[in-house]
């Protein structure tokens, strides 16, 4: 009875929010009822942005990075209108994923709740209760307010009564989501200003004790924590950092102490590395199944008082959708698109396994089009005519390539060669075939097939390994190398790869090259590397190395040792994306064009109309 009270008044209370005009529930009964004062909360903890394939048609993030390219790429695909340059601030841009127009809802709301909940006449079912709601309440919040930062940079802190943000008043923050005369004076804020806010919410939420460090049901599973707060306020700090947003500032030192004390906390409260494979029969017994086995991990193995997987801080709202049946591409039948595919460029990253880098990192290619590599001259085991060996064991359980094994209605061993039925396509209509040469496999299982469509797994929000590469970068930048190493070293020890050479730690810019390789290998394909290309520019720069890609031919008759390979450009016309306004994504233009009729400002992001 009493959580069908609850479904029910959850249900009353999104009806209220969604129309605001139901004869039901009033907006002052809601603070008249305790399960009705919950599920006003509980309801907007319920726009988690997804991770993963976000686009319509299973188009990632990532393939707008130097990590991926889009076989969805012909005329009305979201992947070609940003190659091709066809977007601006009304079409074609996909980036924000819808935020702006759900999240600053959601903050007023909280916004409400925060008002009303501390008062003593509003109803709850113990004063404990009150308490972690609270808590909750300034954690999403900040949660909020960073996806927001990351897709549009710092937008306002608005002062409704004139009171200080910052005199400890959080009721009084306010977003926009309904014009009128009291936005006259309102404008965006300095970065600093913003992820300030941000820390003081989660440090709001931290005072609170009655927030848990962890969930321990699936029922509050989507509820924030303890390690969810530290791992927002850490993460920011490394933001606000970033060339795009320090506004010539060196925060570095203060985000290296305050990502190394989130670190220390989470180790302290049982947050660990998924290390030892629990299924070898599924992921094999290879140096990186661990690695593979939690990429594949289920959702909610991260939920309860002794989780199976304790490297995961976050990880609710899932995704849009994954790969499912189709990562292999190819003539089988039941294939559809094969989606976002690895280019040769991220196939590049993967050291040798001895821990030494294929190409020189600080200049990788001869050419534009990036068919003549710069090989590293220290690296003795790499074989261009057989480069799929001896490779960083991460490498095979991300990337599937010319003699990966493979189950469909059978076992087949893929072959891209121009007869075989994973074949490399460039022509627009070949959706089901890999632009690159190779096939994504990192979050899909082993023994996903055409009778067991095991699909893919969203990435995590946020997850232990992260919180480390995020203190190494850190550690990198405040100069304080050694630490950084190590942070690196605990990363690669997890699939039995080298410790990086210890005479890193004298040449800062060198370390550079391997931390953010490193990063970039690790969290490969989840959304880190299209905002960590973003950050790391200052505003007026164009993003790297998106602009030309390499692509795989294989030629071959029958004897895979004897394929030969050869790096060819995917297509002559650069690709488009990298542009300095894609940095950030266009707040709508509705919205601008009320705010600068209100206040006299433009609130548009940098190049964007």
């Known amino acids: 009875m009493a959580l069908a009270l609850a479904l029910t008044s959850c249900q009353k209370v999104s009806a209220w929010l969604e129309r605001q005009d139901t004869e039901d529930v009033v907006f002052e009964d809601i603070w008249t009822d305790e399960n009705y004062v919950e599920g006003y909360l509980n309801n907007n903890l319920a726009s988690i942005p997804g991770l993963g394939w976000v686009f319509s048609g299973g188009e990632p993030l990532w393939c707008l990075t130097d990590e991926g390219w889009s076989s969805l790429d012909a005329a009305g695909g979201t992947s070609h209108r940003v190659y091709d340059g066809i977007f601006s601030s009304t079409a074609g841009w996909p980036g924000g994923r819808g935020l702006y127009a759900a999240l600053p809802y959601r903050i007023r709301n909280i916004n409400i709740f925060l008002r ?3 008062l003593p006449e509003t109803p709850v079912k113990n004063e404990d209760s009150r308490r972690r709601m609270i808590a909750d309440a300034y954690v999403i919040r900040a949660y909020y307010m960073f996806e927001l930062f990351k897709e549009y940079g710092p937008l306002y802190l608005y002062n409704e009564d004139g009171v200080d943000p910052e005199d400890g008043h959080p009721e009084y923050l306010r977003y926009v989501t309904e ?8 404008r965006r804020v300095p970065a600093e200003d913003y992820i ?6 989660c440090d709001r939420g931290l005072a609170i004790d009655d927030l848990p460090w962890r969930a321990t049901a699936g029922n509050v599973a989507s509820r924030m924590t303890k390690a969810i707060a530290w791992c927002i ?18 925060y570095w030192e203060e985000a290296y102490q305050m990502n190394k004390e989130a670190l220390e906390l989470l180790r302290a409260h049982g947050y660990e590395l998924f290390t030892e494979c629990t299924n070898p029969q599924v992921y094999g017994y290879g140096d990186a199944n661990a690695y593979r086995e939690y990429n594949c991990n289920t959702q909610l193995s991260w939920v309860g008082t002794s989780p199976t997987d304790r490297e995961t801080i976050f990880a609710m709202g899932g995704a849009s959708g994954g790969p499912g049946n189709n990562w292999v591409g190819s003539r089988h ?11 040769q460029e991220q196939v590049d990253c993967y050291d040798t396994k001895d821990g030494v880098p294929v190409l020189d990192l600080a200049n990788p290619y001869a050419d534009k089009y990036h068919t003549q590599p710069n090989f590293n001259p220290e690296n003795t085991m790499y074989d261009e005519q057989h480069p799929y060996e001896n490779r960083d064991p991460r490498f095979e359980e991300c990337i599937m390539h010319h003699g990966s094994p493979y189950t469909w209605d059978k076992a087949y061993t893929l072959d891209i060669s121009a007869s075989g039925v994973n074949y490399r396509s460039t022509l627009p209509t070949d959706i089901s075939q890999s632009r690159t040469g190779y096939y994504y496999c990192k979050t899909i299982p082993p023994n996903c097939s055409m009778n067991n469509p095991a699909g893919g797994r969203a990435p995590k929000q946020y997850k232990l390994s992260e919180m480390i590469l995020n203190y190494a ?5 405040a100069g304080h190398l050694q630490d950084a190493i190590e942070a690196v070293n605990e990363i690669r020890d997890r699939v039995h790869m080298p410790a990086l050479p210890a005479s890193l730690a004298s040449d800062k810019e060198a370390l550079r090259l391997r931390v953010y390789n490193e990063r970039r290998v690790e969290l490969a394909f989840e959304e880190a590397r299209y905002y960590d290309l973003r950050r790391r520019c200052k505003p007026e720069e ?3 190395g998106i602009k030309y890609f390499s692509a795989m031919d294989v030629t071959y008759a029958g004897d895979w040792s004897a394929a030969t390979y050869t790096r060819v450009p995917l297509r002559e ?3 488009h994306g990298y542009e300095p306004q894609c940095k950030l994504s266009p707040l709508p233009k509705g919205e601008v064009s009320n705010l600068k009729v209100i206040t006299g400002v433009d609130f548009q992001n940098y190049g964007w109309d």
């Not at 306020?233 to 060196?250: H, I, Q, R, V, Y």
């Open 116 to 118: 009303y909940i501390v």
């Open 179 to 186: 014009l009128d005369e009291s936005y006259v004076n309102l």
């Open 196 to 201: 300030r806010w941000i820390i003081a919410d």
């Open 233 to 250: 306020k850490a993460t920011a700090m490394m933001w606000l950092a970033s060339p795009l947003f320090n506004d010539g500032k060196d």
């Open 333 to 343: 039948t039941n294939i559809g698109a094969c989606g976002t595919c690895p280019t």
């Open 473 to 477: 970068e850190c550690a990198l930048n």
């Open 542 to 544: 164009e993003i790297p």
């Open 573 to 575: 016309a650069e690709r």
